[in-house]
């Protein structure tokens, strides 16, 4: 059933769908601060200059539009992010901008005045595609992240965020964090509870625990045609035998683990590698659950390295704690919208805000549950759902 809705949305949505699409892909290269992205937050001053909310910055790459005194306390923020990851999906970040700026359209006409400044957010580099560190925007204004480190992440050009920016950050803003007394963030589903559940509009109760290890394998390089095999130390077999380790334990547990992304020395087809590095990824439920998934992994990689003649270390690059989500207001807004509650194994600028003030996550059903990639999807249909669903929140929120 489509509606008048559901068309606004699709015209708003056009407005941006060309915007870092990639004609071969069908994917996003919408990197932070990057010509793309910059056009997006060009978009984003349009928009909110087209509604009378007038934008601030907050001197880390964020952007808010104020629908009430942007001096004002207790305010109610919503938004996401613009950014994508190499070739990924539509929705993922721009959904929610887009929408919050269609739940204001939807207040309006209804003639909704809140009590609360309302603010609408885009958030800065969420994914951490092009300076490695996801949620840095969320990070550095929450002070999580200093701004000296943040100042001097490079991307794969060397250019450093600081020089993107055109600034040094500014680093931790408590006195405008200060001024939210609640975030609300609407995201596309990336997964297929919604789909489970034949709801268009979920809750989130928690995100996963979740966090990244290098792991390197040293072997010893050599001739793929004259060196006997019982005389080889070669590192893919490591490897090899890690991965497929790293997803029986995963099932075992009811968990997630994924290797994406290897690097091999010197990657030649006819020599045995002299090093492979490989990178887990690992989520799951509860932290004892990720350390158990994690320790089981390592001991897999250490068993084997041991009957290859290998030489492995494990270096853990970043962990993310598990974020349960505000459950007092989960729950109201479950009930107010007669939505399903379901946690998450993904990882948004919520999760940041969550430690700060009280935090809900909104998700729009994805029909095809793929994302980060040219796959994901949402209805229109759907996606109008989600802008009644936000903008009901956001009444309740923000009038009384
Ligand atoms: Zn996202």
């Known amino acids: 059933m489509s509606d008048d809705l559901s068309s606004r949305f699709r015209a708003l949505w056009d407005e941006i ?45 964020n952007l808010f539009a104020h629908w009430g005194d942007p001096e004002g306390s207790d305010a109610v923020l919503t938004g996401s992010h613009f950014d994508s990851v190499p070739h990924g999906g539509a929705y993922d970040g721009p959904l929610g901008i887009v929408s919050a700026f269609l739940a204001v359209d939807e207040l309006r006409a209804a003639g909704v005045t809140p009590t609360r400044p309302l603010v609408l957010a885009a958030f800065v580099e969420e994914e951490g595609a092009r300076f490695g560190v996801p949620c840095l925007g969320s990070r550095l204004l929450t002070g999580a992240l200093d701004a000296d480190r943040a100042a001097g992440l490079r991307d794969a050009a060397g250019v450093s965020f600081a020089e993107a920016l055109g600034d040094r950050p500014a680093g931790a803003r408590p006195e405008l964090l200060g001024r939210f007394g609640a975030f609300v963030e609407l995201h596309v589903e990336q997964g297929r509870a919604l789909v489970d559940a034949d709801a268009p509009v979920g809750v989130a109760s928690a995100i996963w625990p979740h966090g990244r290890w290098r792991f390197d394998v040293v072997g010893e390089g050599n001739h793929a045609g004259t060196t006997r095999m019982a005389d080889r130390r070669d590192p893919m077999l490591t490897y090899a035998f890690t991965v497929l380790a790293a997803n029986k334990e995963a099932r075992l547990r009811g968990a997630h683990a994924t290797v994406g992304r290897v690097a091999v020395e010197p990657n030649a087809t006819n020599a045995i590698p002299s090093k492979v590095t490989g990178w887990l990824d690992a989520r799951a439920a509860d932290p004892e659950t990720l350390t158990g998934l ?80 040219p796959f994901e999807a949402a209805t229109d249909d759907d996606c109008a759902a989600g802008v009644r669903a936000l903008a009901r929140v956001l009444e309740e929120l923000t009038c009384r």
């Open 294 to 373: 994690v320790d089981a992994v390592r001991g897999k990689l250490a068993e084997r390295a041991r009957r290859d003649g290998t030489e492995v270390t494990v270096t853990e690059e970043s962990v993310t704690p598990l974020v349960a989500f505000d459950g007092g207001l989960a729950k109201r807004l479950a009930t107010l919208l007669g939505a399903p509650v379901l946690p998450t194994g993904a990882g948004h600028d919520a999760g940041v805000l969550a430690a700060h003030l009280p935090t809900a996550m909104l998700f729009v059903r994805n029909p095809t549950g793929v994302s980060h990639s």
């Open 17 to 61: 769908a060309p915007v870092g699409r990639d004609a071969a892909s069908g994917g996003y290269l919408r990197y932070a601060l990057t010509g793309t992205e910059l056009e997006l937050r060009a978009w984003f001053r349009a928009q909110a200059q087209r509604r009378d909310l007038p934008v601030t910055g907050d001197g880390n790459g």
